[in-house]
């Protein structure tokens, strides 16, 4: 019970440093490590997580254990996620991103103040997160662009500032960190995990959640309306200007042909013929996120020669894939092995042997767990704005529970997935929030009162739908 307790504490220590803004994986890194000499210490060294050759000293154990998980999680999971930060760094120097984002906001300026707007400026807001896969960068872009279009089609600038925030959540996409790492966990392809499971339970989520948020934002600005404001929400009606390197990007992005607005997608669009070519048994591969994001690279390399007139360039800017690389390292990959060093220090106390004791073999008890979890992660999300350390933190146990008991590890990993994505959007200390609440002029907290309700839809519908369908 003592090492349980330590183990728990742990675990509020990571809440406490990531809420006080340290570093989500130095935070993560730091207890999972102290947590291993601590092991060590007392005797409760476990090899079973890495494949390491014992030296007889259970504290340099604990550092073979280390180096072996930085090996494994570099590797494989670690290396296609460095591959896609590099592609998504190359596709945002040459604006082919920003591109992206003006093609599919511009039809929505054709409405005139009908909530109907709500829903669809989420729609193409979720198309847009395929894109741009940081939740803080799709915010900036749609800053620029969408908000400004959806104000002067009629909506409050409080709505448009929710759809923004809730855009990048929960669409089941084969690029998406988390959902590269829950299919290795689940041990299954991304397609297959992503389009045979989280989709869903997602995609109807996505679906309920457009008309909630329509409902919500309508009855906001309904009791907004009523309580006669002192600061009028006319006088928010102007953002601030948006962030430079946005601004600059939407300039290149004026002057690129139309059809760059596709070029982000060719990874997605690769990873998804290949399946549908797979399994219809014309090609005997299904391919990887790494190889299709090269031939994508490559192919955007030469129309950028091409385009550009000049070879020298087009090769020189590919260099900004390789800064990208370089972002995915020191970001999502630093969390992942600091996560996975985490939970060996937490297996280590008996934390995972106690919850498996407690699912034992029954359905209602793996129900209890799965639960267990989603509530932890969603409160840990809106504790410290993030989605990716809640799911990489809690994710890495799900394929020690699933050997132990009846949880089904897809199942589990969709529902912790999809709560930590959704609630991180209900927090005022979140990227995406404060940058709309500070393009707006707003307190955090309004921008929160506007998501709250449909980011609960949201999980509470996919959490529900994992449970039927996955």
């Known amino acids: 019970m003592l090492y349980i307790l330590i183990a728990v504490l742990a675990i509020i220590a990571v809440g406490y440093f990531i809420y006080k803004r340290v570093h989500a994986a130095s935070a993560i890194f730091a207890v999972g490590v102290l947590l291993l000499m601590i092991a060590a210490a007392t005797g409760r060294v476990d090899y079973t997580a890495a494949?390491?050759?014992?030296?007889?000293?259970?504290?340099?154990?604990?550092?073979?254990?280390?180096?072996?998980?930085?090996?494994?999680?570099?590797?494989?999971?670690?290396?296609?996620?460095?591959?896609?930060?590099?592609?998504?760094?190359?596709?945002?120097h040459i604006g082919a991103d920003a591109k992206t984002v003006v093609v599919l906001s511009?039809?929505?300026?054709?409405?005139?103040?009908?909530?109907?707007?709500?829903?669809?400026?989420?729609?193409?807001?979720?198309?847009?997160?395929?894109?741009?896969?940081?939740?803080?960068?799709?915010?900036?872009?749609?800053?620029?662009?969408?908000?400004?279009?959806?104000?002067?089609?009629?909506?409050?600038?409080l709505t448009v500032?929710?759809?923004?925030?809730?855009?990048?959540?929960?669409?089941?996409?084969?690029?998406?960190?988390?959902l590269i790492q829950g299919a290795d966990l689940a041990g299954m392809s991304v397609t297959e995990f992503v389009f045979g499971s989280v989709a869903k339970a997602t995609i109807p989520a996505l679906v309920v959640t457009a008309f909630v948020h329509m409902w919500w934002q309508w009855r906001c600005d309904k009791k907004d309306a009523e309580r006669a404001l002192e600061a009028p929400l006319d006088d928010a009606t102007t953002p601030a200007n948006p962030d430079d390197r946005v601004a600059d990007a939407m300039r290149r992005a004026e002057g690129l042909p139309g059809f760059y607005a596709l070029l982000p997608l060719l990874p997605l669009v690769l990873i998804i013929a290949s399946a549908i070519l797979n399994r219809a048994g014309v090609v005997s591969f299904e391919a990887d996120i790494l190889p299709v994001t090269?031939?994508?690279?490559?192919?955007?390399?030469?129309?950028e020669a091409v385009r550009r007139r000049t070879i020298n360039d087009a090769v020189e800017d590919l260099n900004h894939f390789f800064r990208g690389l370089g972002e995915g390292a020191g970001g999502v990959v630093a969390l992942i092995v600091a996560a996975a060093i985490l939970v060996e220090g937490i297996t280590q106390?008996?934390?995972?042997?106690?919850?498996?004791?407690?699912?034992?073999?029954?359905?209602?008890?793996?129900?209890?767990?799965?639960?267990?979890?989603?509530?932890?992660?969603?409160?840990?999300?809106?504790?410290?704005?993030?989605?990716?350390?809640?799911?990489?933190?809690?994710?890495?146990?799900?394929?020690?529970?699933?050997?132990?008991?009846?949880i089904h590890a897809p199942q589990m990993l969709t529902?912790?997935?999809?709560?930590?994505?959704?609630?991180?959007?209900?927090?005022?200390?979140?990227?995406?929030?404060?940058?709309?609440?500070?393009?707006?002029?707003?307190?955090?907290?309004?921008?929160?009162?506007?998501?709250?309700?449909?980011?609960?839809?949201?999980?509470?519908?996919?959490?529900?739908?994992a449970f039927l369908f996955v």
């Not at 498996?356 to 809106?382: D, N, Q, R, Y």
């Not at 979140?430 to 307190?443: K, P, Y």
């Open 415 to 465: 529902s912790i997935w999809a709560t930590s994505n959704t609630m991180r959007q209900a927090s005022p200390v979140n990227a995406a929030v404060l940058i709309v609440a500070g393009a707006l002029d707003v307190n955090p907290v309004e921008i929160v009162r506007r998501t709250i309700v449909p980011m609960a839809a949201a999980t509470v519908v996919s959490v529900v739908c």
């Open 106 to 157: 511009r039809p929505l300026q054709r409405f005139h103040g009908s909530y109907w707007l709500v829903p669809l400026g989420f729609v193409v807001g979720t198309l847009l997160s395929l894109v741009v896969p940081s939740a803080s960068a799709l915010s900036l872009l749609l800053v620029a662009t969408l908000l400004p279009a959806l104000i002067a089609a009629g909506l409050s600038p």
């Open 294 to 303: 090269v031939v994508s690279l490559m192919v955007t390399m030469i129309i």
């Open 349 to 406: 106390m008996g934390v995972i042997d106690a919850l498996t004791s407690l699912a034992g073999e029954s359905s209602g008890g793996a129900a209890i767990i799965v639960l267990i979890f989603v509530v932890a992660t969603g409160l840990m999300a809106m504790l410290t704005g993030s989605g990716v350390a809640p799911y990489f933190a809690f994710s890495e146990m799900v394929p020690g529970l699933a050997e132990s008991s009846s």
């Open 51 to 92: 494949k390491i050759e014992p030296s007889g000293n259970a504290f340099y154990d604990e550092l073979l254990v280390i180096e072996s998980l930085f090996k494994s999680r570099f590797s494989g999971t670690g290396m296609a996620i460095m591959v896609l930060f590099g592609f998504v760094g190359y596709m945002r």
């Open 161 to 178: 500032g929710a759809i923004i925030v809730t855009a990048s959540t929960i669409v089941p996409t084969p690029l998406e960190a988390g």
